[in-house]
């Protein structure tokens, strides 16, 4: 199906390559040579496919290491990122066969599917999102550790206050810090709705904070302000990349549980071109959030759900459970529906999915969502919900007859 094709087999240090071009009448001619992964090796690499005049390229996703080279190639071939378990599936491998010569064979072919890769300003947005939620989760972690500190000095400080790092909380670490032991001083810190918990605030923090305590505190609460100026500093980064993106971001912040920052992930993960998916169904198949098949003997069972994007997965999960808090919309309900048979966890995978097939179609057709409301399914299925509780009614023993109120 294709003349000229390369398979590269990519490592660390070095880049092994199998050009495959038309031979003498039928036949079939193979190049192999291996190449460093320095950018001037991946320049040598891109003039000698250019010389055998290649026009398609395939490669597997090792990690991080494919990244350079399907940087410097994608301007000048075409380039497919291939999943190792699609290669897996294709029957008909040699053992004796090298992996960049298999790769090249299957892709003259035409049976190797490329991944996803989005443009420049999307990979750049995607890089910064992520960066950004990995700080994040670091400084949670670093206040589960300054949590830590303070129940072994026997400071009881979360048991009254929901959040030890806010303006009262964050008050009282710092005076413990620098000296001061006496509970009723610490507790006069408190601001706002704390000040009604004066006594319970004394009582918690009578502990045992130690000079020990104090050196491992203050060295906490300085890297929770560095990690909170670099989640500042993500932030701009990542408003100015979203600027040529600000219509589709306001376009998703119109679904229920969808803020600035979900739509920020969302973007950034998936683009804004849908073409790149044919369907709202395969979008949620390549986020892994698409139902399980498990079919056998002609019977459905309940599957799992693939493997997918984790970062889209879970900035759609933490929305879905903001959406099912939504009074009277439609993802409440839909929860409440699936909840009681299925439980809470498919539910909001249910929940999750139904929003990225509404993010699909917002984007693909440059329209804003309309809510449904809580009543959806009621008006959708009135006739079959009069049958349900009058057949439940009549196994009682009553005599049912329905009246149109509005008669």
Request: aromatic share 6%.
């Amino acid at each position: 199906m294709l003349e000229r094709v390369a398979g590269l087999d990519v490592h660390r240090d070095t880049v092994a390559a199998c050009v495959r071009v038309p031979g003498p009448g039928s036949t079939r001619q193979k190049f192999v040579q291996t190449f460093g992964t320095t950018t001037g090796d991946l320049i040598a690499l891109r003039d000698w496919l250019k010389v055998h005049e290649v026009t398609h390229v395939a490669m597997e996703s090792t990690g991080v290491y494919w990244k350079p080279v399907y940087y410097i190639l994608e301007e000048a071939f075409t380039v497919l990122l291939v999943n190792p378990a699609h290669m897996k599936n294709v029957p008909g491998r040699k053992t004796d066969v090298k992996d960049c010569e298999w790769i090249a064979e299957l892709q003259e072919h035409g049976l190797l599917n490329g991944s996803f890769i989005p443009p420049k300003p999307i990979r750049d947005l995607r890089d910064l999102t992520r960066r950004r939620t990995t700080v994040t989760q670091e400084r949670a972690h670093e206040v589960q550790r300054l949590h830590s500190v303070l129940q072994d000095a026997g400071i009881k400080l979360s048991s009254v206050a929901t959040n030890i790092m806010g303006v009262s909380g964050r008050a009282m670490i710092e005076a413990l810090v620098k000296g001061t032991k006496d509970a009723e001083v610490l507790a006069d810190l408190a601001k706002g709705r704390l000040k009604a918990k004066l006594g319970e605030l004394r009582k918690a923090l009578e502990g045992r904070f130690r000079g020990h305590h104090a050196f491992l505190a203050s060295r906490i609460l300085g890297h929770i302000d560095y990690l909170e100026d670099e989640i500042a500093e993500m932030d701009r980064a990542i408003e100015e990349q979203m600027r040529p993106f600000a219509e589709e971001a306001k376009r998703l912040e119109t679904i229920a549980g969808v803020k600035r920052k979900t739509a920020e992930k969302v973007i950034s993960e998936i683009g804004v071109n849908m073409k790149q998916f044919p369907s709202a169904k395969h979008l949620a198949s390549w986020a892994g959030l698409c139902p399980g098949n498990n079919e056998s003997a002609g019977k459905h069972k309940s599957g799992r759900t693939r493997k997918g994007n984790l970062h889209l997965r879970a900035a759609l999960v933490e929305s879905a459970l903001a959406a099912t808090r939504t009074r009277d919309s439609y993802f409440s309900a839909q929860y409440a529906r699936i909840m009681r048979r299925r439980g809470h966890r498919k539910a909001v995978i249910a929940v999750a999915h139904s929003i990225l097939v509404i993010a699909y179609h917002l984007l693909s057709r440059g329209k804003t969502y309309e809510e449904l409301g809580r009543k959806f399914f009621e008006q959708r299925d009135k006739e079959a919900i009069q049958r349900r509780c009058t057949q439940q009614l009549e196994r009682l023993g009553f005599k049912v007859t329905l009246e149109d109120a509005a008669a």
